[in-house]
């Protein structure tokens, strides 16, 4: 019995020693293998963060330029302290045209958005800012501000042909709705200003009508 635990003991030691005698012989395959395999995954890994992250900050800013403020943390509607923020999507035009010179045009999507404030708060002057904003690609439209205290329905233009498949595996069906709301609280008998940012997303929900 010990006998034959030594030859298999001998055995393993044997395959080891064998298996990085080839693993040395052949090095430089291997490298080149383990290159020609692992660089293309990294560079499409890279392409996908790289879309993904880039096109998840949002500047409200109608022309970008170097001084543009991105936001990247948004709430939702109804996570602001001193109102509660009721948005529809109410018609969707899609554009018309085609991928030529003169491109597309005559899109919008429009929403009703609605707040009522919370109980002890005294909220006036609520005014939005507007941003339809696609993931994985750079397709945005910035809207004019908005006063919800004197109307609750938002137009947005936005004249970009969807669904569009950016990457593979990846489609983009709808823009998310970004909003900067500015607002004010009267509070010990002084207003106070503040400023909030808010993403709806339209992704598994339907507009009330569609505009052909």
């Known amino acids: 019995m010990k006998e034959l635990l030594n030859q298999m003991k001998n055995k393993k030691i044997e395959k080891k020693v064998t298996?990085?005698?080839w693993?040395?012989?052949n090095r430089i395959k291997v490298a080149v293998l383990a290159f020609l395999i692992i660089l293309p995954i990294a560079l499409v890994f890279t392409a996908y963060i790289g879309s993904y992250t880039a096109n998840r900050k949002v500047t409200f800013?109608?022309?970008i330029t170097a001084e543009s403020e991105y936001i990247k943390d948004f709430l939702n509607p109804d996570e602001i302290d001193a109102f509660d923020m009721t948005i529809v999507w109410n018609e969707l035009k899609h554009?018309?045209?085609t991928l030529d010179e003169e491109g597309f045009e005559n899109g919008y999507y429009e929403f009703l958005i609605t707040y009522e404030a919370h109980e002890n708060f005294t909220v006036k002057?609520?005014?939005i800012v507007p941003v339809l904003q696609t993931d994985w690609k750079n397709l945005r439209?910035?809207?004019v501000p908005v006063s919800l205290t004197n109307t609750p329905i938002v137009t947005v233009l936005f004249n970009d042909e969807l669904p569009i498949k950016p990457l593979l595996f990846?489609?983009?069906s709808e823009p998310h709705l970004y909003l900067m709301v500015q607002y004010t609280l009267t509070t010990g008998g002084q207003d106070v200003s503040f400023i909030k940012y808010v993403q709806f997303s339209l992704?598994?929900?339907n507009p009330l009508n569609v505009v052909n």
Do not use: A, M, Q
Request: cysteine-free; glycine content about 8%; proline content about 4%.
């Open 19 to 21: 298996f990085w005698t």
């Open 125 to 127: 002057n609520v005014t």
């Open 141 to 143: 439209s910035v809207g």
């Open 61 to 63: 800013d109608e022309t």
């Open 23 to 25: 693993l040395h012989r």
């Open 170 to 172: 990846v489609t983009v």
């Open 95 to 97: 554009p018309v045209g």
């Open 203 to 205: 992704k598994d929900i």
